[in-house]
């Protein structure tokens, strides 16, 4: 009854809409074709592929393609200073080998498995492409965001693996048919065939048929027989899944499938295939993983340089076959490497095992390269956390010459200039540094202040100066400090955002090459495959931070942190090196006499080396002890030791500063005694004088009387 009056005002509605629905039926199929939309709709459709098309063969003219063959058949490398290949860089790649010695075996288990008409088509697939149209439709429907399969040409997998994504979606598929077009364009189908077979995948790390042949059957790709062959083939859709090492049952049963295909193209016959499907699968692993990566936080500083400064990207960088020349000098970056290894030149590690982590940057303070970079202990992470560059830390008492040393010789201060050194509480908060082990006494110069690290002259000069002074002075020197590092607390070092031991080093260049300071870097030039240059002595920013005479007196106080100062432990034998160390206070430990980072930063005039230990998280379990600079010592002393020897060995045109006030002082001596001589051979003629005087006066009263 129910259903009857439903349907009953169903009809009703219908009858009572119908003329209006054929009244607008018909004022729509005027306006249709008076305005001839038909026309409109196939022209916007054309016009719509036309863009698209457009835009992909742009995109496709402009992908380098003709680039490919050399950028996969070269490795990059890592050249050093002097212009020696220091290692090379490759994480998709394998040993490329020419056609001719890939066995045919394998080139037609691949055609047979991965694209019969390979021989046919001109980089795509009509009907791989209608195929990849459903099912992009069927996961439409499905509310699926991706393409399943898709029947890609070897054309197709080639440029996917070489230029675009995994992804999965329509418009990385539109990408990768307008790129093997192109690459079908620039190529012949042999060498097309040998980049598919060099750039694949196959498991376990391996890249390239020749490396894949030394992994499973432990031969050359030219020797690979037909069984071996299907099972490599067999391996390209499924690397993990149809690997004979961890799969052997999986990847039988894949060759023989395998096996039947190329039976069906008529690479090998029904009874080869019967017969080749009988024989057992058996392994063999000679395959060697040769590293050159040898260098690991120094390489890793060159792509990060690369992909920030020039554009580069990862993959490009380690699959395209570029030459990267670099500041590297192999003799520092190796003798770091291996010092980093001595547990000896470390302080012991914390009850439980955590290691106090270190680590050291060595800078060309002519020209800003970087010459050695070690960031860490243990074992290194591919483009892992690099503490030289990467550790932001407070850095002590090395900000003392660039805060407060350098501008009080600018604004009239000398090197023996008389500090006061006493505890003293500054502005509304009653700041009050302290000295170590809390000694004071009354005045000291300036260079046995600076030699010997005490605080309360320090932050007693920067507050003559002016915090201002000292503030714009440390952003010369390449510190990124903020407006709210503007205080007293920054002649000590107290930065909100602390500092690298590469900016460290960066900024005490200038000490060393005569008040100019120059941006630290890693790439001089970057040669792509092919042999163009993309990027050739890069101009890189320097900067006036004193004058020469200025930077000549810092060196000379600085020369006394080694000689007699913080630094005397440190100091390399039998050289004559300037700089700073610093420590800072390991908050809430409990411990008074806690350290959270030791600091180290000397220099010669041809390099400038800072070491920084410390643990990556401080707290009452894992603090270096003692506030001395010594701490770090042994390790700064055999990096120098160890360095040095290899360097122009150019000597300072200064003397320590305290050598210079005992040479003043004993000169100020000479002249008083040459003064107070001059006075008494003059009074002793004086008393001549009288004496003869007195003697004639007698003389002449007795012979001639009164």
Do not use: C
């Amino acid at each position: 009854m129910n259903n009857n009056r439903g349907n009953q005002s169903k009809q009703g509605f219908k009858a009572m809409m119908s003329p209006y629905y054929q009244r607008f039926k018909r004022h729509f199929s005027r306006f249709w074709h008076r305005y001839q939309l038909t026309r409109w709709l196939i022209v916007g459709i054309l016009t719509l592929i036309f863009v698209i098309s457009a835009t992909l063969t742009f995109q496709a003219k402009t992908a380098n393609v003709g680039d490919l063959k050399a950028q996969l058949e070269k490795t990059t490398y890592i050249y050093d200073k002097s212009n020696q290949r220091a290692g090379s860089l490759y994480k998709q790649k394998g040993t490329f080998v020419s056609l001719n010695r890939i066995s045919p075996n394998v080139q037609k288990a691949v055609i047979s498995t991965e694209d019969r008409n390979f021989y046919h088509e001109h980089g795509f697939s009509v009907k791989g492409i209608a195929r990849a149209f459903f099912l992009l439709a069927k996961n439409k429907l499905l509310h699926r965001d991706y393409i399943s399969g898709g029947g890609s040409t070897l054309t197709q997998q080639l440029v996917k693996n070489a230029f675009l994504t995994q992804e999965q979606t329509l418009t990385r598929k539109l990408k990768e048919i307008f790129l093997a077009i192109e690459v079908e364009n620039v190529y012949s189908k042999q060498d097309i065939l040998s980049m598919y077979l060099n750039n694949a995948y196959f498991g376990n790390g391996v890249w390239g048929v020749q490396d894949a042949a030394h992994k499973y059957f432990g031969t050359d790709a030219a020797h690979l027989t037909v069984p071996e062959s299907a099972v490599l083939a067999g391996m390209l859709t499924s690397p993990s899944g149809f690997n004979p090492i961890d799969h052997p049952q999986a990847s039988k049963d894949r060759r023989n499938v395998v096996l039947g295909l190329m039976a069906e193209t008529g690479a090998i016959t029904k009874s080869q295939a019967t017969s080749y499907q009988q024989t057992p699968l058996t392994t063999q692993d000679t395959y060697q993983y040769k590293d050159s990566y040898r260098y690991p936080y120094y390489f890793d500083a060159v792509i990060d340089e690369a992909i920030s400064k020039y554009g580069l990207t990862e993959s490009d960088i380690m699959n395209h076959g570029y030459k990267i020349y670099t500041y590297l000098d192999q003799n520092y970056q190796a003798r770091l490497q291996e010092n980093f290894k001595n547990d000896y030149l470390f302080p012991q590690n914390s009850t439980d095992g955590t290691k106090v982590q270190a680590a050291s940057v060595a800078v060309n303070p002519n020209n800003g390269g970087v010459m050695a970079v070690v960031g860490g202990r243990g074992k290194h992470v591919f483009r892992g956390y690099n503490r030289a560059t990467q550790v932001k830390r407070q850095p002590g008492s090395t900000m003392k010459p660039l805060a407060v040393y350098t501008p009080a010789l600018e604004n009239g201060y000398f090197y023996d200039s008389e500090l006061q050194n006493k505890k003293t509480s500054y502005g509304s908060n009653h700041y009050t540094p302290k000295n170590y082990n809390n000694v004071y006494t009354g005045k000291m110069p300036m260079y046995e202040a600076l030699a010997n690290s005490v605080n309360a002259p320090a932050v007693w000069l920067l507050n003559k100066i002016g915090v201002d002074k000292g503030y714009e002075s440390v952003k010369k020197f390449g510190i990124p400090v903020t407006k709210s590092d503007k205080n007293l607390a920054l002649a000590l070092g107290g930065l909100n955002k602390g500092v690298s031991p590469q900016e460290l080093a960066g900024a005490y260049t200038a000490f060393a090459n005569n008040g100019t300071r120059t941006d630290t870097h890693y790439i001089r030039k970057i040669v792509d495959a092919s042999g163009n240059v993309i990027v050739d002595n890069p101009r890189v920013a320097t900067h006036d931070v004193m004058t020469p005479k200025v930077a000549k007196q810092m060196t000379s106080m600085m020369l006394g942190v080694f000689n007699n100062g913080t630094g005397a432990t440190a100091k390399p034998y039998g050289y004559s090196v300037a700089g700073k160390t610093g420590s800072t206070e390991a908050d809430d430990t409990g411990d008074g006499d806690a350290t959270r980072d030791k600091w180290i930063v000397g220099y010669t005039p041809d390099v400038v080396l800072t070491t920084w230990e410390g643990f990556d998280n401080t707290n009452k379990n894992h603090h270096l002890e003692n506030l001395s600079g010594t701490g770090v010592g042994p390790l700064f002393k055999t990096e120098m030791e160890e360095i040095l020897p290899y360097t122009k060995q150019t000597q300072f045109d200064t003397q320590d500063a305290s050598t210079l006030a005992k040479a003043s002082q004993s000169d100020d001596n000479f002249w008083d005694s040459v003064q107070k001589g001059a006075g008494d051979v003059g009074d002793q003629i004086e008393q001549g004088a009288n004496n003869a005087a007195d003697t004639v006066k007698k003389w002449w009263q007795g012979a001639f009387g009164n």
